[in-house]
């Protein structure tokens, strides 16, 4: 069974293939995946070695050169580490490329907390104009990979995890997609959380939407929901708690409503444990994750 990064490198490779405009940095993770795509491409396949700024910086000078640049590392040290050169190089020059990262928010705990990014999406959302995918399936990620790539010269974050969903669903890299309809409440899983969420809500009459593209947010789609089930809206994302809780303030800003935002908390968990614990630690299993979304809709009901 295939992980959302097994699918980067063959899709980048094939992207470096069929368009002349593709390059790829790498700051070495990841190299030995473009081994043959840098024997073909040498001029379009870079390795900056260890030095995450660098990653950034070079990739918006193949910008200004005319190339669509994908950059590629850990979230920690694609998004955190070089914020300052992602907010310069490409933002302040307006400049159009890709990020790419893998291990979200803690996909492996064994590399301690430097090796994690749970306010990775928070991070990107003080910054204007990226557009935020967050796959659930390989599948996903391949088709989101190349909606990225495509996106003449916008700026686009892509987040990889190792969590993914059992089936993978048509995504379009922009709406929400209605999974199950309900009457008393919406509840919006982003990316890999979905098949925890549908496991969490398993009779409950809510309905779950489906968000693997969070930036630019799809208020249209929770307005929508809404009108059915009620404005009480709960989110659960693979990132920090509330990232998004925001957004869902935004779209439903002309109607009286509740937002309930679930996701990793703040508190370093400073055990390295398993990737499954730490799932755990955060509440975002089925059992806690039920508790916590029947809890906040039964206080409606109750007046």
Known sequence: MDTMRDRFAPTLSRLLDE????????????????????????????????????????GAGLALAGLRPVMHTFASFLVERPFEQVKLDFGHQ?????????????????????????????????????TVHVPGHPDEAETLLRHAVAAGDD???????????????????ARFLTVRTGRAGVVVAVGPMLENVLAATEGLDVTVLYATTVRPFDARAVRGATEAAGTD??????????????AVNDALIEVPHRVLGLGVGRRELR?????????????????????????????????
């Not at 993770?29 to 910086?57: K, T, Y």
């Not at 809206?233 to 925001?246: K, N, Q």
């Open 94 to 130: 307006g400049l159009g490329g890709v990020l790419v990262s893998a291990a979200a928010s803690f996909d492996w705990p064994a590399g301690g907390f430097t090796h994690m990014a749970p306010g990775d999406v928070a991070l990107m959302d003080t910054l204007d104009g990226w």
């Open 19 to 58: 368009d002349p405009r593709v390059a790829v940095v790498l700051a070495e993770i990841g190299r030995d995946g473009f081994a043959r795509a840098a024997s073909r491409h040498p001029d379009r396949v870079i390795n900056v070695g260890i030095r995450e700024q660098l990653l950034i910086g070079a």
């Open 271 to 303: 055990g390295y444990g398993e990737f499954d614990e730490h799932l755990a630690a955060h509440g975002l299993t089925p059992g806690p994750l039920r508790e916590r979304i029947t809890g906040f809709l039964s206080r409606t009901s109750r007046g």
């Open 233 to 246: 809206v709960v989110i659960v994302e693979p990132f920090l708690a509330g990232t998004s809780t925001g």
């Open 155 to 173: 700026k686009v974050y892509v987040r990889l995890s190792v969590q993914r969903n059992a089936a993978g669903r048509v995504v379009d890299g």
